[in-house]
């Protein structure tokens, strides 16, 4: 009989678990249920009996200052613990930068195997894991053997578990932790409003090329297109992505858009973001591009080329239109909405 072990870590405040980590336990229980398994939730975080309260299962915990910050040494010394205690055959957790940089190293203390991007779980008899390759375009089914087996999920594939309140009984792992090298002295990031890349926003902006080309008056208009564009994502909360023939731009010293860099790139050689909807503009909509489109599940674009890929079967709604004039007059009713 399987034992499945979800591995939960607290949010930068240290008051809540994070989004990926709720959607883990959501996989764990889907999971338990299929397989008639025990589950138990393994939590990392500097004081995780709160966090434990809403929980639908038995919590195991490290707790302390060591994990109010991530590190490599500490976390993996308590997942590594956590695994332990459990007694895991099934490890499930989030691919978030803190797990994701430490859970190889965690399966290979721990003697087992570890698969990531994991999208799906299935199976009723024995543990079936879905991933994609090849830059999205071949979906596998994986199984195997070797116990433990970690999966880490990619965030975005699980709806999150909504905590009630409650009162899961909660036990304190004690982690014998390693002579520490790092001390983390702070974070310093750009303020919420100058982040651009915003993974859990319900709208996919992508800017392509054509903003910063000459337009119909001969003319590059880029200092508008940046207003435009950053007007956009102002009224909207939506996450900007970007074609790789504008983020390229840059590197050849012609007219850019100073907040792009190849992280917002979309594609085959960028990112596969996961958003509810997606609204490309003045991009063309070829393959190399649109294979990063896989999980947006509304896709329209704005392009004045009316043979463009989108128009070739890529996009669900295709507007031959200029998008200055779009986006301007999209800003307007954002800003200004109609009585
Ligand atoms: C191996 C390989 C990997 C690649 N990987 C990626 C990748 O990961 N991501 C990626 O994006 N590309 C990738 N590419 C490049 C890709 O093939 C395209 O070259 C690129 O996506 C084109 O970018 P674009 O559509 O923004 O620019 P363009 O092809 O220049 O298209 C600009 C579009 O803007 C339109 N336009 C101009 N002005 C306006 C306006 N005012 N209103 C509306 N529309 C307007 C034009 O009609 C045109 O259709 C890759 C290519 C290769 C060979």
Redesign the pocket.
């Known amino acids: 009989m399987e034992t499945i072990l979800v591995l939960t870590h607290a949010d930068e405040s240290g008051s809540a678990l994070t989004k990926a980590s709720l959607e883990a336990v959501t996989a764990g229980l889907d999971l338990a249920a299929r397989l008639a398994a025990p589950l138990t939730i393994g939590i990392v975080a500097e004081n995780p009996q709160p966090l434990a309260k809403g929980l639908p299962c038995a919590a195991l915990a490290v707790s302390g200052s060591p994990y109010a910050q991530p590190r490599f040494s500490t976390d993996a010394a308590a997942c590594t613990a956590l695994c332990l205690a459990a007694k895991a055959t099934i490890v499930l957790a989030p691919a978030s930068s803190r797990f994701t940089r430490i859970m190889a190293s965690v399966a290979h203390r721990m003697s087992g195997l570890i698969d990531t991007h994991i999208t799906a779980l299935s199976g009723t008899d024995t543990l079936e894991a879905t991933r994609w390759f090849y830059r999205q375009r071949i979906e596998a089914v994986l199984t195997r053997q070797a116990r433990p087996w970690f999966l880490l999920l990619d965030p975005g594939t699980n709806p999150a578990y909504a905590s009630e309140p409650g009162s899961a009984p909660m036990e304190e792992i004690t982690v014998e932790l390693p002579t520490t090298n790092t001390t983390v002295t702070g974070l310093r990031a750009p303020e919420q409003s100058q982040q651009t890349i915003r993974p859990d926003a319900q709208l996919l902006l992508v800017?392509?090329?054509?903003?910063t080309?000459k337009?119909p008056d001969g003319q590059t208009h880029t200092p508008e297109a940046a207003n435009l564009i950053l007007g956009f994502l102002q009224a909207t909360s939506a996450s900007l992505g970007?074609?790789?023939?504008?983020v390229d731009q840059g590197g050849e010293g012609n007219s850019v858009l100073p907040f792009l860099t190849h992280l917002n790139?979309?594609?085959?050689?960028?990112a596969t973001p996961r958003h509810a909807k997606g609204l490309s503009?003045?991009?063309?909509?070829?393959?190399?591009?649109v294979?990063?489109w896989r999980f947006i599940a509304d896709r329209r674009a704005?392009?004045?080329?009316p043979n463009?890929g989108w128009t070739r079967g890529k996009a669900d709604v295709v507007y031959i239109?200029?998008?200055?004039q779009?986006i301007g007059k999209l800003n307007a009713l954002l800003i200004h909405p109609r009585a």
């Open positions: 800017a392509g090329a054509g903003w080309k337009q970007s074609s790789k023939s504008l790139q979309i594609g085959q050689t960028g503009t003045c991009c063309h909509g070829e393959e190399p591009h294979v990063g704005i392009s004045l080329d463009c239109a200029d998008a200055f779009v």
